[in-house]
Every structure is written in structure tokens, then in C-alpha cells.
T-cell receptor, first 115, second 114 residues
């Protein structure tokens, strides 16, 4: 398996624009997590899904943020409208309980810059 | 609310030293604890996963221990090398009010110089 795949790797956009981040989890994993990492706040969990269903979105900062998982192999995180304070690295991770453990695997991240 | 703390925040050592990185968590009802490595500008790489029923895990020069009752884990790095330079993060899953979420510490930034 190629691991968790995120796209794009880098995104620079102007304030007010819509941004969509994409994630392909590891095949067979039933959990998918979206994290945001900044120098000030470290790694923050935004939302996670189990079997494509959102379980906890309490970390989503505002209504400008939304996430979907239409199927087991794809998820999006959308910011509309984007603001400079959204600039961060956004990580997607997936894991599976089937193997008894829940080792999480992370993608390479999307570095978002909002100017 | 589960809180995870890592000490020290930064560490700089000469090559060859044995190191201990510390992780503590406030809610001991965890399912597991995971150690990650993050290189600058990169994603997180899983190093070791310790289930709640286990006391330690080993991989090469890395050894992680878990003491659930005291809410502590340590990552031991033997014979450190410059290639070990990275940020090391611990994360816990579970807790009394936390089910499937991974809660991360703030990390220890390690520099090993030749």
C-alpha cells in the first residue's frame, strides 16, 4: 500500500477563496482523522470518521470548515471562505481496529498558506 | 479531558549518548500509546505502539515503556546518531471521556550533533 495520500502538498490561496484538501486513506482502514498543526498550538484533531460516518467534529474551529467522506477511499476538508489564520499544515491519518491495535498512519500533509 | 505533556521540549546531545524522552498523560484509562517521529516539513512516522496491556515495546535502538497507573511513558534511544535528529511526539488513544481519538503531546525536538 502507498500509505495515506494527501493532495495537494502545498496550497497558496488568497483570503476569501475556497480551499479543498483531499485524502486517500490506507485501504481497509476504517478510521480517518483530520489534524491541523501550527507552531503555536501543535497538532489539533479537527474531525474523525469511522466507517465513513463523522463521529466527532468538536475540533472544527468554525462553520467555515467542513469535512466529508463520501466513501471508504476518499475524504475532503473544505475551508470556505479561507482566512490568513487558517495557514497551517493539515494532516490526514487513518487506522484500523481489525488488527487489535489502532496504529495510526499519517499522510505527508498539505501546507496551506492564505495570504 | 485528556492532556499529554512531553518533557523536555528540546534536547541537544552529542552523538553516541543514550537518551530518555518523557511523556505523561492525565487520564490513565487509555487503550494505547504511540510514539511518532516528525522530520522538518514532513509527516509523522509511527515508531512504536504500546497496547494498554503491555509494558514495553522495542524496535532496533528504540525502547518505549508504559506505566498506565502513573500516566507515564518513556522513549529510550540507545547510542544516538545524527540521523535521529527530529521531533518526537507521543499520542494516547482512549481515556474516560475519549474513545477513538489520538491526543498528542507537544513534542520533544531532538538534535544529535556529530
Amino acid at each position: 500500500d502507498a500509505g495515506v495520500i494527501q493532495s495537494p502538498r502545498h496550497e497558496v490561496t488568497e483570503m476569501g477563496q475556497e480551499v479543498t484538501l483531499r485524502c486517500k486513506p490506507i485501504s481497509g482502514h476504517d478510521y480517518l482523522f483530520w489534524y491541523r498543526q501550527t507552531m503555536m498550538r501543535g497538532l489539533e484533531l479537527l474531525i474523525y470518521f469511522n466507517n465513513n460516518v463523522p463521529i466527532d467534529d468538536s475540533g472544527m474551529p468554525e462553520d467555515r470548515f467542513s469535512a466529508k467522506m463520501p466513501n471508504a477511499s476518499f475524504s475532503t476538508l473544505k475551508i470556505q471562505p479561507s482566512e490568513p489564520r487558517d495557514s497551517a499544515v493539515y494532516f490526514c491519518a487513518s487506522s484500523s481496529r481489525d488488527r487489535g491495535g489502532t496504529e495510526a498512519f499519517f499522510g505527508q500533509g498539505t501546507r496551506l498558506t492564505v495570504v | 479531558k485528556q492532556e499529554v505533556t512531553q518533557i523536555p521540549a528540546a534536547l541537544s546531545v552529542p552523538e553516541g549518548e543514550n537518551l530518555v524522552l518523557n511523556c505523561s498523560f492525565t487520564d490513565s484509562a487509555i487503550y494505547n500509546l504511540q510514539w511518532f517521529r516528525q522530520d522538518p516539513g514532513k509527516g509523522l512516522t509511527s515508531l512504536l505502539l504500546i497496547q494498554s496491556s503491555q509494558r514495553e515495546q522495542t524496535s532496533g535502538r528504540l525502547n518505549a515503556s508504559l506505566d498506565k497507573s502513573s500516566g507515564r511513558s518513556t522513549l529510550y534511544i540507545a547510542a544516538s546518531q545524527p540521523g535521529d535528529s527530529a521531533t518526537y511526539l507521543c499520542a494516547v488513544e482512549g481515556g474516560s471521556y475519549n474513545t477513538d481519538k489520538l491526543i498528542f503531546g507537544t513534542g520533544t525536538r531532538l538534535q544529535v550533533f556529530p
